[in-house]
């Protein structure tokens, strides 16, 4: 079975300050890796996938994720992140099967 | 143009009834899903719809129907609502491998009183 864990639930930085999120993935070949976000009342916005070759991907909004095989970890990292940054992060894969596999997510909250 | 709509943004309704949700994509394409957002941002998938296919059926109760008239449309019909179906429902879209990524819909919010 295909599974994501994201290992935490609530993250605060400071406004400026480095950000990276944790996400971890079960799955027995090499998944299709996604970051989603979503701000409060809105849908889920794509912010990056990887699907094979670079390990390091460049998504939307100043956001980039590694994918690392031997940790089986894809985690999300912006160098300095801003208040409008505030929101749930989602990590997705798609394996085998149609359709998504999602973690728990991770709450982001931003000191001024 | 929206990429993936849904009808309507909110729907609060009785315990027992029967209610429709509506879902459009004007992306092109093949593949329509369902999810579940319970009250703990879980997201789950309920079911996918390839070429008026069902490919995927997560183990929800069968009083949960997808009705997809074409392509482009993928509606959620729930008969006799339970106060545990209250949730946000998401809509999304995808090209046949999901490579392009997975097009989600801004959700509607059902609240079974």
């Known amino acids: 079975a295909q599974s994501v864990t994201q290992p935490d639930i609530h993250i605060t930085v400071s406004e400026g300050a480095s950000l990276e999120l944790r996400c971890n993935y079960s799955?027995?070949?090499?998944?299709?890796l996604f970051w989603y976000v979503q701000s409060p009342g809105q849908g889920l916005q794509l912010l990056l996938k990887y699907f094979s070759g670079d390990t390091l991907v460049q998504g939307i909004k100043g956001f980039e994720a590694e994918f690392k095989r031997s940790q089986s970890s894809f985690n999300l990292r912006k160098p300095s992140v801003h208040w409008s940054d505030a929101a749930e992060y989602f990590c997705a894969l798609r394996g085998g099967a149609d359709g998504l596999t999602f973690g728990k997510g991770t709450h982001l909250i931003i000191q001024p | 143009d929206t990429a993936v709509s849904q009808t309507p943004k909110y729907l609060v309704t009785q315990m027992g009834n029967d209610k429709s949700i509506k879902c459009e994509q004007n992306l092109g394409h093949d593949t329509m899903y369902w999810y579940k957002q319970d009250s703990k941002k879980f997201l789950k998938i309920m079911f996918s719809y390839n070429n008026k296919e069902l490919i995927i059926n997560e183990t929800v109760p069968n009083r949960f129907s997808p009705k997809s008239p074409d392509k482009a449309h993928l509606n959620l019909h729930i008969n006799s609502l339970e106060l545990g179906d209250s949730a946000v429902y998401f809509c999304a879209s995808s090209s046949g491998t999901g490579s392009g990524g997975y097009t989600f819909g801004s959700g509607t919010r059902l609240t079974v009183v």
């Open positions: 799955y027995g070949a090499t998944p299709y």
